[in-house]
């Protein structure tokens, strides 16, 4: 699917405030990097442990196209098992309507596929007990299972309760576990039931909520790492719209010594400098903010790079017919990647770079020729990487290009949150981290 110039991608119990009431820009994430409880600290042996995990995995004709999110959260569930922990797994996928089950999204699939990756370590399979959550045959399930035992709850989001973050929902679940383990970094920005309100009720009853290997991990590199860039510090940005990213954007100037921008948006930037962008994707209502950002931006020393040529197509379809252009970009066609010259600009300021966080390719990195710039910056990142730079990428579309590249295991970090890890670079606060104990 085509998605590179596409954006990427609350009631609680009692008095707890509305998730749009509790987000806010904070400087305690740079100030005073959090440190959570994880679960390798607590004593697991004869106990149900509800790990919230994050299996919202790409499903073709009912097969899962891609299993990087159940591989990430492997560790976590090992640990439980290893140490004669019971793990009670639960999850969303996709977006149901909350109105029962619907088969497109069961995670049925998932559970097979649990099952194959988790093979000896799971001793008595992965348990699959019933098509909600927590009726009487999951409770059971769940009640009764052994030591080392997996069971993996149907879908969270068939539950009404679940996106309303319903806390009569949330005590139904909590009377399940002993232990609460969030490991669903993905979800942490959202106050859903399963994400908020049960590990609140959870330590109303005392019971400890502590993130897993996962969760952990993220904040260590989103938050922590960030906080303590070395320099020079390099945010690569792209994707389709200013709009998207300028929380991002205003947030990142704060912190970075320069800042990359690619991908659509970066037309809406060269518009703002006058410069003609033909038949390429403009936000026309934000040239003008471009404009003003650049302007701090040099106010205050930091350095803005944008492309100087551009790979460009007749029209956004595969096959179209392409060619390069320096500088103005002519009527009749679009820019749909970054030129060979950018591209070079591009690689020497990466690899110069102690810090790289990248949100966001540079082109249709889906639909060759035009994946060549998202590529130049995958290695380059690969680069600063070898020399000894800390390398965070983040967002959808930049985790399914390393991939696509065959280099995720090459860079410090790819996160497996696009949501989460964009909110965490503007600067806001999860929500859902305030509900995990602090070590």
């Known amino acids: 699917m085509i998605a590179s110039h596409c954006s990427e991608t609350n009631r609680t119990m009692g008095s707890i405030r509305p998730f749009t009431q509790t987000v806010s820009r904070v400087a305690s994430y740079s100030a005073r990097p959090m440190r959570k409880l994880r679960i390798d600290s607590m004593e697991v042996a004869g106990k149900r442990v509800f790990i919230r995990v994050d299996f919202n995995v790409p499903l073709e004709g009912g097969v899962i196209s891609d299993d990087r999110r159940i591989k990430a959260c492997l560790p976590t569930i090992r640990s439980v098992l290893s140490r004669g922990g019971r793990a009670v797994l639960a999850s969303h996928l996709g977006r149901p309507e909350g109105k029962g089950f619907e088969a497109e999204y069961s995670l049925a699939p998932v559970a097979r596929r649990l099952a194959e990756l988790l093979g000896a370590d799971a001793p008595f399979g992965v348990g699959f007990p019933s098509n909600n959550c ?10 009764e299972m052994p030591d080392h035992g997996v069971v993996l709850l149907e879908n969270l989001r068939f539950e009404k309760g679940e996106k309303k973050g319903d806390g009569a929902f949330a005590e139904k679940l909590a009377g399940l576990c002993d232990l609460y383990v969030n490991d669903a970094f993905g979800t942490s920005h959202r106050a859903d039931a399963s994400m908020y309100a049960l590990p609140l009720a959870m330590r109303q009853r005392g019971k400890p909520c502590v993130s897993g290997f996962l969760l952990s991990a993220e904040l260590d590199y989103l938050i922590a790492r960030i906080a303590a860039a070395q320099r020079p510090f390099t945010a690569i940005l792209g994707g389709a719209k200013v709009s998207d990213k300028i929380m991002a954007i205003e947030n990142l100037l704060t912190k970075v010594d320069r800042l990359i921008i690619g991908g659509a948006m970066a037309y809406t930037f060269l518009r703002a400098q006058g410069v003609a962008t033909g038949n390429s994707l403009v936000e026309a209502d934000k040239v003008e903010l ?27 379809k595969t096959g179209t017919e392409s060619k390069d252009f320096v500088g103005a970009i002519p009527d009749g ?12 600009q591009f690689t020497a300021a990466i690899r110069s770079s102690k810090t790289v966080v990248w949100n966001g390719p540079m082109g249709v990195f889906e639909m060759p020729p035009f994946d060549a710039g998202t590529r130049a910056i995958a290695d380059a990142v690969v ?57």
């Open 333 to 344: 066609w679009m820019g749909l990647d970054i030129g060979p010259a950018t591209r070079a």
């Open 134 to 143: 927590t009726d009487p045959d999951a409770r059971t399930a769940v009640l």
């Open 383 to 439: 680069a600063a990487t070898k020399l000894g730079a800390i390398t965070i990428a983040g967002g959808g579309d930049t985790a399914a290009a390393v991939e696509q590249f065959g280099v995720a295991e090459q860079l410090s970090h790819v996160s497996t949150g696009g949501g989460a890890s964009l909110e965490v670079l503007e600067g806001k606060k999860l929500i859902c981290l305030d509900a995990i104990d602090d070590a």
């Open 290 to 316: 471009a404009a003003s950002i650049l302007a701090a931006a040099k106010a205050k020393g930091k350095q803005i790079l944008l492309p100087s040529d551009h790979s460009c197509g007749k029209e956004f």
